[in-house]
């Protein structure tokens, strides 16, 4: 074959794949999607081919073009860190220390909620919560459910690639935002459940008006936000917060129920497992299941969206 000299087929064959793997190895982050990853890949083993191709007309052999090429083009995981930080702008490890912040605040605050309830009178326990956590409670405007978006969205971040990426985010936890400060306001929990389908003593009904609203808002800000960016991570981000939102509260009673069986601290008192009701097991599954259709068909119109986008595409170059 012109090109590598005198290298038969078969080594040829070789070459491509030892340079597909070295690439493998570079474009292997979460950072990366996989067309990004897929377009990388093509544009790097075509350039180290190249180069493989120039030390045959040299007169070296597969392996010593293979490691001459390799050894100029650089290694992988110094590639991988200026890979990250050409797709995202800044590095990747401003957004992990931003995610533990998230994290270390959120297991704060719920740790402070815990405190802000005293026990029942009849315990008889003495309550003396720490100084911090009135800081938590009452000076500082921390709740566990805006660290979990907090996270949440840090985690989203590694896919945004534009401002309307990042714009869309913030889009959807404004809108979660309002909802929480709207049923906090009225004194209306089904209005905050109508995104998290988790009210104030359980999961919202099926039949509930609030239900089928949460459903349908999702649907549609997910639709807006695809037209809007084009990217499946961003429109999907409403859905993923809506479930992790939603299992948060249970989830977090049945631990603290659990630990105060356990432990018998008083700062854990005042909630009980939700997950020992089977009703309520049930409709926990039934709703994430629903958020779960909702993502489904969102999928597929986002990929007959791109179709259409591709033939249009096609058409015009034609």
Do not use: K
């Not at 040299?58 to 991988?80: N, S, W, Y």
């Not at 315990?123 to 000076?139: A, C, K, Y």
């Not at 978006?149 to 935002?177: E, H, K, P, Q, Y």
Request: with cysteine; aromatic share 10%; net charge positive.
């Amino acid at each position: 074959m012109s090109g590598f000299g005198t290298w038969s087929a078969e080594e040829i064959a070789a070459v491509q794949r030892e340079l597909e793997a070295y690439v493998r190895r570079i474009v292997c982050t979460p950072v990366l999607t996989r067309r990004e990853q897929a377009d990388w890949t093509a544009e790097m083993t075509a350039h180290l081919l190249e180069q493989v191709s120039q030390f045959a007309d040299r007169g070296q052999t597969p392996d010593e073009a293979v490691a001459h090429a390799i050894h100029q083009f650089g290694v992988p995981r110094e590639l991988r860190r200026q890979i990250d930080r050409e797709a995202l702008g800044y590095p990747p490890s401003v957004l992990l220390i931003v995610a533990c912040i998230g994290v270390v605040l959120l297991l704060c605050s719920l740790y402070a909620l815990y405190w802000a309830v005293p026990p029942v009178p009849s315990m008889e326990i003495p309550w003396h919560p720490p100084r911090w956590v009135s800081l938590f409670t009452q000076g500082f405007p921390l709740s566990p459910s805006l660290m979990l978006a907090w996270t949440l969205a840090c985690l989203a971040m590694f896919r945004c690639r534009s401002r309307r990426d990042r714009g869309g985010i913030g889009v959807t936890i404004l809108l979660f935002a309002c909802a929480w400060i709207g049923q906090r306001a009225l004194h209306t929990p089904s209005l905050g459940a109508t995104l998290t389908f988790y009210g104030a003593m359980g999961p919202v009904h099926l039949l509930d008006p609030a239900f089928l609203a949460g459903c349908t808002i999702l649907f549609g800000l997910g639709l807006a936000l695809y037209r809007w960016t084009q990217n499946r991570i961003v429109s999907l981000f409403p859905i993923a917060l809506s479930v992790a939102e939603g299992l948060l509260f249970p989830v977090r009673n049945a631990a603290q129920a659990a630990l105060y069986h356990l432990t018998g601290n008083p700062a854990l008192w005042g909630h009980w497992n939700p997950f020992t009701d089977t009703f309520t097991v049930l409709q926990l599954i039934i709703t994430v299941a629903a958020r779960a259709m909702v993502l489904g068909l969102l999928l597929a119109l986002f990929r007959r969206f791109d179709r259409q986008r591709g033939d249009r595409a096609s058409a015009q170059a034609a």
